[in-house]
């Protein structure tokens, strides 16, 4: 009686341990650091890791003055990606309407989650911009380069060329949502690192590093916060980590990788950038200089405006025909093409200020009296 006893609980406890090996373990650790715990950690200043860092947003005038008003007062005409049903089906588009519009939409009674999504214009990011006061070290954002490298003959900054870059790449990003909406689960295709500041609410991110895509198939197959193992049993071996970011906390996140989001507080609002020049080098992506890879993947999105063939003389200089599609002059509010000046001037020389991530290092370490540089520790990129 006894041994049937014993051998059905050994049973019992191997079915468990099976089935629980059957689905995703959430064993990538995404760990909370201050900013000076960021500053000691030669881990973590690779670049190459996710991370929660806490007491920065907290003192950001943000914190007490964002409100769903206060945008109206400060960005009434900024474009509005408007998502009435969340943004879990990559079927669903948005509704393009300025914020004021947007506002009154998401503003009404309705049984669904809604979201909005602004791809902030220049002009709308400097609205804001006063109210986010400081940033560690670790993040170089592009206030530290992109007036100086996109910069026109007579020494002033470039502004239509900037606005460009950041509507074209989706740079700073404001995203604003209800209870029980988020984002499917996707990578971005552009080779940059990612921080969120969550502003109100909270919101929930499953993280999983690129090395990982062979697990993933494509955009939007995989519903990672809730998988469907049946569909996608290979979802369970993938390398993943699942975090909730409280309120007033950021989360950065490296190039390429793939996040699925849910919002838990409604309203939600959450502020992203995007940066370069602020990896070390990565054996998991084609060009290893991950600001390199950016680069390419700028000459991407230019070639297929800009082809090399159709270069052709204007108004005595040299201009390049655009062939791609301005959906913007069509769709007002949508992305538009990348500009001819960002693709023939700017990135360029933009490249050389992106390359300077070990000067900036060895910098940090002499000013926090290292005598050694960092040597980072192994990581998976390493088995790669
Ligand atoms: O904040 C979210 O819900 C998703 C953000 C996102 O997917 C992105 O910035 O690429």
């Not at 080779?191 to 590093?209: D, E, F, Y």
Request: charged share 25%; with cysteine.
């Amino acid at each position: 009686m006894n041994r049937l006893l014993v051998a059905l609980v050994a049973l019992s406890t191997a079915v468990a341990l099976s089935a629980a090996a059957n689905v995703q373990q959430w064993e990538l650790e995404i760990p909370r650091v201050t900013a000076a715990e960021l500053a000691s950690n030669a881990t973590l200043r690779t670049g190459h890791h996710a991370y929660i860092l806490t007491g920065v947003a907290s003192e950001w005038p943000a914190m007490k003055r964002w409100t769903l008003d206060y945008m109206h007062e400060k960005i009434p005409t900024e474009w509005v990606d408007y998502y009435p049903e969340n943004m879990y089906s990559m079927e669903k588009k948005p509704y393009v309407q300025r914020y004021e519009e947007a506002l009154q939409h998401f503003t009404q009674p309705s049984d669904t989650s809604r979201y909005m999504q602004l791809r902030l214009s220049l002009e709308g990011w400097e609205a804001l911009k006063s109210d986010i006061t400081a940033f560690p070290e670790a993040f170089w954002t592009e206030e530290h380069w992109i007036d100086s490298c996109m910069r026109k003959p007579d020494g002033e900054r470039d502004a239509a060329a900037i606005d460009n870059f950041f509507r074209v790449n989706q740079w700073n990003f404001l995203l604003i949502g209800e209870k029980g909406t988020g984002i499917f689960f996707h990578r971005d295709h552009l080779a940059a690192a990612s921080w969120q500041a969550h502003i109100k609410g909270r919101k929930t991110w499953v993280l999983c590093p690129f090395t990982q895509n062979k697990y993933f198939e494509t955009a939007g197959n995989i519903f990672a916060l809730d998988a469907d193992y049946e569909k996608s049993p290979q979802f369970a071996d993938a390398l993943c980590g699942k975090v909730t970011a409280q309120e007033s906390e950021i989360l950065y996140y490296p190039a390429y990788w793939w996040h699925m989001t849910e919002i838990l507080d409604t309203p939600s609002i959450g502020m992203t950038g995007l940066m370069v020049g602020i990896e070390d080098e990565r054996p998991d992506i084609e060009w290893p200089r991950v600001h390199e890879q950016f680069y390419h993947d700028l000459v991407h999105k230019c070639e297929q405006c800009y082809p090399r063939k159709t270069r052709s003389r204007v108004a005595g200089s040299f201009k390049r025909k655009r062939i791609c599609d301005d959906i913007s002059t069509q769709w007002p509010g949508a992305a538009p093409p990348i500009s001819f000046d960002v693709c023939n001037k700017y990135i360029t020389r933009c490249y050389k200020a992106w390359d300077t991530k070990k000067e900036r290092d060895a910098k940090l370490a002499a000013s926090a009296g290292e005598t050694q540089p960092a040597e980072p520790q192994s990581s998976y990129y390493d088995e790669l």
